[in-house]
């Protein structure tokens, strides 16, 4: 049992994967693939425990290839050399397969040279990334390999698992084990998608099971695998593709006005410990999405993020609580988003034309002015502090930025105006 069970028990055949039906039931076109025995480049990307490695051994073991695995995380270009000096050798007479773990780890050098080999098909690459490949993998690879994405496995699929190992490890120590209620059906949800996980949490339980009498069964208790789930479903790595997936789910959340979803994702930001990014996504949802459908949030916002910050955790749960909640029940509008958007987008396109001159900061004229004077008009001097002028550049002058949003407050503003502009 030096191995850890996850590696005792892991799946030899596509049959005994949990999870990634979209991948592997039976017509799918990775599965067809590998029963054709002939295998091109392929990326495999998605989260970790979700079976990456284990299909790229199945394929490896079911080929006549010369097998080298490399880890990106510890291999160096010398690593990658020596692969490619057993090109057409005795040793490789039927070419090489490479599994390439953790490709994200290798720089642009040394993912480039492979190339040659994996296009003649002198070495035949499966590499696997928890990163997005498109953000990680350089293009030149990427054109010639075929990615395929693995999903976190579903409490449902993963329940299936987390059975089979408390019977595999029942079997290893030669004893019965009695497994509280709920259970397997807490881990199936607290290993957060991850299928070693979720049979490393067995193992653990059931090594740290007592009898209660010499003639008993092994008692699991629901107390023991709660400490050793604590945190376990987080999957929270600052430099990784789940970090922003997360903080994006908790935008997009108060955007859709779902104060449960909102709640949930900032509990889960929270219980990483990253007050700041829960805090700086707040602030600018409530400028975005809020905005001038309810100005006022913007404030209120402000001093909920400025007391979450100064009391820290856990007690800024509290403010932000609210402060979420008030972004999640407001109405909503882009309208403000939309306005600076398009100008800037004008600007950048070179659309920066000459100030008019009645809006310019000058005084005096030339001779060879034949407009002599400012003709600034101040519009204090008249009723209701108004009065026609051109603002925008001569090239822009009836160019429309800002639509009001269907909103009280905005279309409040747009009657208002509308009156006084006749």
Avoid at 176 to 203: F, P, Q
Avoid at 318 to 323: R, T
Avoid at 334 to 341: E, G, H, Q, V
Wanted: proline content about 4%; some cysteine; overall charge negative.
């Amino acid at each position: 049992m030096s191995k850890p069970l996850a590696d005792r028990i892991r799946p030899t055949t596509l049959d005994d994967i949990y999870g990634q039906k979209h991948l592997f039931s039976e017509g799918a076109v990775l599965r067809n693939i590998i029963e054709s025995g002939n295998i091109p480049n392929l990326i495999f990307y998605g989260p970790s425990g979700t079976g990456k490695t284990t299909v790229a051994r199945i394929i490896a073991n079911a080929t006549n290839k010369s097998l080298h695995i490399l880890n990106a995380t510890n291999a160096s270009l010398s690593d990658v050399k020596d692969v490619i000096s057993q090109v057409n050798t005795i040793a490789a007479r039927n070419g090489i397969l490479l599994y390439l773990d953790e490709i994200q780890y290798f720089n642009k050098k040394q993912q480039q040279s492979l190339l040659q080999y994996i296009e003649n098909g002198d070495i035949t690459l499966i590499a696997s990334t928890t990163e997005n490949p498109y953000f990680y993998v350089y293009s030149a690879v990427l054109s010639r390999s075929t990615v395929f994405e693995f999903k976190a496995i579903s409490p449902e699929d993963a329940k299936g698992g987390i059975e089979r190992a408390f019977n595999e490890m029942s079997k290893e120590i030669g004893e019965e084990l009695e497994l509280e209620e709920g259970l397997t059906e807490y881990i199936s949800y607290a290993c957060g998608g991850d299928m070693r996980k979720a049979l490393n949490i067995v193992e653990l339980c059931v090594l740290g099971a007592k009898k209660a009498a010499a003639d008993a069964k092994r008692l699991v208790t629901m107390k023991s695998v709660k400490e050793i789930c604590a945190h376990s479903g987080m999957h929270y790595d600052k430099n990784g593709d789940e970090y922003y997936d997360m903080l994006s789910a908790f935008q997009k959340s108060m955007r859709g006005s779902d104060a449960n979803a909102a709640i949930h994702y900032l509990a889960r930001i929270l219980e990483a410990g990253d007050l700041t990014s829960a805090a700086r996504r707040l602030m600018v949802c409530a400028n975005e999405d809020v905005g001038l459908a309810y100005p006022m949030i913007i404030p209120i916002v402000k001093a909920a993020v400025d007391t979450a910050l100064q009391v820290g955790l856990p007690e800024a749960r509290i403010p932000l609580a609210n402060a979420v909640i008030l972004v999640c029940n407001s109405p909503k509008s882009n309208s403000a988003y939309m306005a600076i958007n398009s100008a800037m987008a004008d600007i950048q396109n070179g659309k920066a034309f000459p100030v008019p001159r009645q809006l310019q900061n000058k005084h005096f004229d030339g001779e060879d002015n034949p407009q002599k004077g400012q003709n600034y008009i101040y519009p204090h001097d008249y009723p209701n502090h108004w009065t026609y002028q051109q603002y925008l550049p001569d090239a822009l002058k009836d160019k429309v930025y800002y639509v009001p949003g269907e909103n009280k407050n905005e279309q409040a503003a747009r009657e208002y105006w509308d009156k006084i502009k006749k």
